[in-house]
């Protein structure tokens, strides 16, 4: 039994004098997708991190495993996310610099170099090159002899919300979601355990959204994914316990803890309706970031209350697994000190705060319940006017939700401007800064030590095996044919990222 320091023990679950509609574990989830939540085990700790070469990067996830984190989250160089080799002209300026470069199955091998797949769940932020790189990972994995069935992780492989909100894509729409869904066919067979797409609501809110309007986007594109599964005959309960959701976390502490609330509620009975029968399937299940445009660059210390604001509304709601932000991201990718304290921030409120010994500690509060039903409603009205248009696709392609983002950012910094929305040590409380923390910056020459080791690559490889496998590929994208065979088949050859793209831009073309 759970006790607090007086030694009053704590009930596992909390109702109402009047009754809850529904404890933890029951549809349609308001309190929580598991009976017992952090009662039976806390949320997965993860930080993102990701930089230079795969060397580099590889270095830090040993130190992020050492000081406690239980899940990894790769960040990718921009040349990865769109599809360029860090050779390849478009590439200059940007090699290693938000994220690492992964060029080749190659690098994947380097990135994960002492680390047991198998003993990991990783998240990987990809999307319009999710697939390459899943293959990238799954080939590493059987070079590893791992059993596929005990891989877990998740890719991102949201691509309607890079076309609204984040912009790395490459390829039109409908390509792209026919790449999503043999995703979601390939892995239901032979990954079971990997999440094969999480719907990103955490880029919307980053782009200027509303916390309503980022829950109505993401879980409009959710449904969109669905469908278009359910229009190749795949079974609903089999690759949706297989979906997961990523949502921001920002300062609005009792909003943000409505939003998850009423996440899990909207998306249930959007499962329900669209023949979900399995109760897993209906689950909404996330991982939450803190919110990196909240991150201040002035007095940059005080972005280590914010996070632990955010942090604290992500788990009061519910979420499955947490980014913490540096408390310097918004100067530079975060030191290793800003990297340890984000994570202590996760561990002082997993193991010193009593927030983890309950399920859903404010579940009946008035103010809470309300605005989950609030918020649920406004989400909802977003929702029934997207589905008007026809649906999240034809909302992205006519630019509407595009739109309502961008109108919603900018009434927020007027507000900022006019100080009727305060942002301490920004348009009040200001000090003048004395000097900025140590920062940490990626060293232009690792673009040259990237294509020295394409170079090398390619000169080692059997280049006619190359060309076989790419030419499968080709021919298999004017099919019906399922492509993530032909794709990992091209990287287990060796295959590099940019020459894999570049088969899928002549077939499919790009997205203007």
Known sequence: MKKTSSGIEIKEIYNSPSGMAENAGEFPFTRGVRKDMYRGRLWTMRQYAGFSTAEESNARYHYLLNQGTTGLSVAFDLPTQIGYDSDHAMSEGEVGKVGVAIDSLEDMELLFKGITLENVTTSMTINATASTLLAMYVALAKKQNADLTKVGGTIQNDILKEYAARGTYIYPVRPSMRIITDIFEWCSKELPRWNTISISGYHIREAGSTAAQELAFTLANGKAYVESALAKGLDIDVFGKRLSFFFNAHNDFFEEIAKFRAARRIWANTMKSLGAKSNEAMMLRFHTQTGGSTLTAQQPENNISRV??????????????????????????????????????QQIIGFESGIANTVDPLGGSYFVEELTNAIEAEALKLMDQISEMGGAVSAVENGWIQDQIANSSYIYQKEVEKKEAIVVGVNQFQVEEVASPPSFKINDSIRDTQTQKINQLKAKRNNNKVSESLGKLKAACSTSNNLMPYILDAV????????????LRSEFGEFA
Do not use: C, W
């Not at 540096?326 to 304290?341: C, H, S």
């Not at 287990?492 to 088969?503: F, K, N, R, S």
């Open 492 to 503: 287990e050859q060796y295959a590099t990222l940019g020459e894999i793209a570049d088969i």
């Open 308 to 345: 632990t604001i955010q942090a604290m509304a992500a788990v009061l709601g519910g979420t499955q697994s947490l980014h913490t932000n540096g408390f310097d991201e918004a100067l530079n990718l975060p030191t290793e000190k800003a990297a340890r304290t984000a994570l202590r921030t």
